[in-house]
């Protein structure tokens, strides 16, 4: 995916329901020389998430000690937990000349930029708001008020696109995955955020 002897680290993020999880995992899994960097959190686990997998799990004293010590290369407070990225854990992957995958909100890839200026962002976006609170309903791991609150902070986020280099509109998964796979071979025009055909579609989802 990169260049020889260069590493490249690629920052997702994507309001709750966009399907990021779903479309990282797919390319992953079609690019397993991809290395995926593994987010710190202090929520508790869902039960079908194992620690060191999906996330690795700490309380909150430990987080902070983590924090404390500059092993975070970002970290932010959603929904009422902390999240964070292993600063050792991504620098050793870009020294082994491996491209790298943060799954991360807007407010990490904001810090992410701020400290390694050569990543490249890309931002999920669902098909429309009514398919965002069609997925957010059908996870059924949620009481409705987190549901609602869920969607009034993804509208928030989708806010915030154009802070990115790349928005990838995950509509058809096979259509996003192939569109994401431009992007990570440095031939994602069509996705860029200065594309004007991609920032009317843009528009039309976000209003």
Do not use: C
């Not at 779903?22 to 998430?49: C, D, G, K, M, Q």
């Not at 059908?138 to 609602?148: C, F, H």
């Not at 990838?168 to 998964?173: C, G, M, W």
């Amino acid at each position: 995916m990169s260049d020889a002897g260069k590493g490249k680290l690629f920052v997702f993020a994507a309001p709750s329901g966009a399907g990021k999880t779903t479309l990282v995992h797919a390319v992953v899994t079609r690019h397993p020389e991809l290395r995926f960097s593994i987010s710190y959190t202090t929520r508790t686990p869902r039960r079908n998430e194992a620690n060191g997998v999906d996330y690795l799990f700490v309380d909150e004293q430990e987080f902070m000690r983590l924090r404390d010590e500059g092993e975070m290369l970002e970290y932010a407070s959603v929904f009422d937990h902390y999240y964070a990225t292993s600063r050792s854990q991504v620098e050793k992957h870009l020294a082994e000349d491996r491209d790298v995958i943060l799954e991360i909100d807007w407010q990490g890839a904001r810090q992410v930029r701020e400290s390694m200026p050569g990543a490249v962002t890309i931002f999920i976006l669902p098909p429309s708001i009514d398919e965002l609170e069609r997925r957010l309903r059908d996870r059924r791991t949620d009481a409705p008020e987190v549901i609602a609150r869920r969607l009034r902070d993804a509208l928030s986020d989708m806010s915030h696109w154009h802070e990115f280099d790349y928005v990838i509109i995950n509509d058809d998964l096979d259509q996003a995955v192939a569109d994401l796979e431009a992007v990570l071979a440095d031939e994602g025009d069509a996705s860029a955020t200065s594309n004007p055909a991609l920032r009317r579609a843009v528009t039309r989802i976000t209003g």
